[in-house]
C-alpha cells in the first residue's frame, strides 16, 4: 500500500509539473512570441493606390450615372468616391457612408415594377419580342430618361475601370438595377433601329461598344462582386446580337467585318479570377487589421456581452493580425491561381482543391500555441467557394463560342444538314469550354447548345443556346 501511494504522489506530481510547464509554453507562446512581418506579395495589395487617372476611370461616371438630371454625373461620382474614402480614413473599417446627400434630389427613379422586360436566368424565351412588346413604354422611356442613356453610352469613352472606394463591407454599392434598366433602354434603341436598314451600322456599331464596355469591366474590375454583375450585362449585349443574327443574316456578309468584332469570344482573360480574388483579399485583410483587443471578444460572444478586461488581455494574445493576415493571403493566391485555370482543369480538379483549404484544429498543438483566433477566422474563409462564379464566366464563354458558331454559318451559308457536321469540324476553341468536346446541334429547334453549369443565363436543366436563322 505504502509503495502504492507513493508511485500516485510521483505521478501526481510530475502531472502537476508537466501541466504547469504546459501552461507556461501555452502562455510563454501567447505572449512572447512576436507577431508576423506581412508578406511583401501581401502588402504590395494592400498598399496598392489607384493608378487609372480619374479622367481615364469609368467608375467615377458609373457612380454618377444615377444622380440628378442636372449634375455632372462624373463630378458627383468623384464626391462620392473622395467622400466614402475620407469616411472610411477618419472613422476605420466601420465607417458608415450614404452617397444619397450628393446624387442630388431628383435621381434616377425605376420603372414600377422594377426590373427588366428582357429577364435573365432564361425568364424570357425571345428578347426582341419582348423588347417590341413594349415598344410604347420602352421609346417613353428613352425619351424621358435621355440624359441617363446619354450619360450611359458616356461611359464608353474611358478606357480604363478602377474601383477607387475603400473596400469595407459598409461600403456603398453601384445601383446594378438602375443600371441595368438603362443598359436595356439601350438595347431596345438598336432592336428598333435595326428594323431600319439605313440605321443597321450604326445600331450594330452602338451594340459591338456595348460589349466592348462590359467587358472591359469585368476584365478590370477589382472586386468579385462588380466582376460576377457586369456578366449578366454582357451575357445581354451577346444575347441581342445572337437574335439580331438570327432575324438578320444577311449582316454576317454585308457588315462582316463589323460583326465577326462582335462575335469574337471570350477568352482566359474573360475568366480569370485573380484580379477580383486579390480585391477580395484586401477586403478581408481591411478588416482582420481592423481588430483590436476590443473588438476580437465580440466575435465570439453574444451581441450584448460587454468584453472583460481579461478577455480583452487574452483576445489581444490570441490574435496576431499580420500573421492572419498572411495566412489569409495564401488562401486567395491559391484560390486566384486555381481558378485562373481552364474550366477542364478547374473541374477535374474541384474535389483536390477543396481539401487544401486552411482548416483550424482544436487538437493540434500547432494551432493553438500561436494565433488561434486569427487561425480560427482564416478557417471561415472557404476558396473553393468560388467555383460558382468561375462556372458562371465559363457559360458566358461557352455562350460566345455558340454566337462565333453562328457567326461562321451565316456567313458561310452552311447548309442545315451540314450544320452537325461543321460544328463538329471547328477547332476546340469553339467547343463547350467545360468539357472540351464539340457542340450540339438540335436539326428539330434548328439551335446549338451546350449544357450551362451556372442558372445565371438559363433555367436550372436547360442549356444555352443560340437559333439559327430560319
Known amino acids: 500500500m505504502k509503495k502504492f501511494l507513493v508511485s500516485m504522489l510521483r505521478f501526481f506530481k510530475w502531472l502537476l509539473l508537466g501541466t504547469v510547464g504546459l501552461v507556461v509554453l ?37 457612380w454618377g450615372l444615377t444622380a440628378s438630371p442636372e449634375l455632372d454625373a462624373f463630378a458627383v461620382g468623384r464626391k462620392v468616391v473622395d467622400a466614402q474614402v475620407a469616411a472610411v480614413r477618419e472613422k476605420g473599417y466601420g465607417a458608415q457612408f450614404d452617397p444619397a446627400s450628393i446624387e442630388g434630389a431628383t435621381t434616377y427613379r425605376r420603372r414600377v415594377p422594377a426590373g427588366t422586360f428582357c429577364k435573365s436566368r432564361g425568364e424570357t424565351a425571345h428578347c ?69 436598314p439605313a440605321q443597321r451600322v450604326a445600331a450594330l456599331t452602338d451594340l459591338l461598344n456595348e460589349i466592348k464596355l462590359w467587358r472591359l469591366v469585368g476584365n478590370e474590375a477589382d472586386l468579385l462582386i462588380d466582376r460576377i454583375i457586369s456578366a ?26 463589323l460583326v465577326a468584332q462582335m462575335s469574337a469570344p471570350l477568352t482566359a482573360a474573360d475568366t480569370d479570377l485573380r484580379r477580383a480574388l486579390n480585391g477580395e483579399f484586401r477586403g478581408r485583410a481591411f478588416l482582420l487589421q481592423s481588430l483590436d483587443s476590443k473588438g476580437l471578444p465580440s466575435v465570439f460572444s453574444a451581441e450584448d456581452h460587454e468584453p472583460s478586461n481579461f478577455e480583452n488581455l487574452f483576445a489581444s494574445r490570441l490574435f496576431k493580425p499580420n500573421a492572419t493576415v498572411n495566412l489569409s493571403f495564401e488562401n486567395f493566391r491559391a484560390a486566384g491561381e486555381f481558378y485562373a485555370g481552364s474550366a477542364a ?35 471561415i474563409e472557404t476558396p ?87
Not at 502562455?27 to 496598392?48: H, M, S, T, V, Y
Not at 480538379?349 to 482564416?378: E, H, M
Not at 457567326?407 to 468539357?435: C, E, K, M, W, Y
Request: charged share 20%.
Open 26 to 62: 501555452v502562455l510563454g507562446c501567447w505572449f512572447l512570441l512576436p507577431d508576423q512581418a506581412l508578406n511583401p506579395e501581401a502588402r504590395k495589395i494592400l498598399e496598392a493606390q489607384p493608378v487609372v487617372p480619374a479622367q481615364q476611370n469609368a467608375y467615377y461616371a458609373l
Open 345 to 379: 482543369q478547374i473541374e477535374s480538379g474541384r474535389d483536390a482543391f477543396a481539401k487544401t483549404a486552411y482548416r483550424f484544429s482544436y487538437f493540434d498543438p500547432r494551432y493553438q500555441l500561436y494565433n488561434p483566433i486569427g487561425k480560427i477566422l482564416v478557417s
Open 384 to 470: 473553393d467557394s468560388f467555383g460558382s462564379y468561375s462556372d458562371r464566366l465559363f457559360d458566358l464563354m461557352g455562350y460566345t463560342r455558340l454566337v462565333e458558331l453562328q457567326r461562321q454559318i451565316a456567313l458561310n451559308h452552311i447548309a442545315r444538314d451540314q450544320v452537325s457536321a461543321f460544328v463538329a469540324s471547328v477547332d476546340v476553341g469553339l467547343h463547350d469550354p467545360h468539357t472540351g468536346k464539340a457542340m450540339t446541334y438540335d436539326a428539330a429547334t434548328q439551335t446549338i447548345w451546350f449544357p450551362a453549369k451556372s442558372p445565371n443565363f438559363s433555367k436550372p436543366g436547360v442549356p444555352l443556346a443560340v437559333t439559327l436563322a430560319r
Open 128 to 196: 426582341l419580342t419582348a423588347l417590341r412588346a413594349h415598344r410604347g413604354e420602352l421609346l417613353a422611356e428613352l425619351a424621358a430618361k435621355d440624359v441617363y442613356v446619354r450619360r450611359y453610352r458616356g461611359l464608353r469613352t474611358y478606357p480604363h475601370f478602377e474601383e477607387a472606394m475603400a473596400v469595407t463591407s459598409a461600403a456603398p454599392t453601384l445601383d446594378w438595377a438602375g443600371i441595368r434598366e438603362i443598359s436595356e433602354l439601350v438595347d431596345a434603341s438598336i432592336a428598333f433601329d435595326m428594323e431600319r
Open 232 to 257: 449578366p450585362l454582357l451575357h445581354s449585349k451577346y444575347r441581342l446580337f445572337s437574335e439580331l443574327l438570327a432575324e438578320y443574316p444577311e449582316i454576317a456578309s454585308a457588315q462582316g467585318e
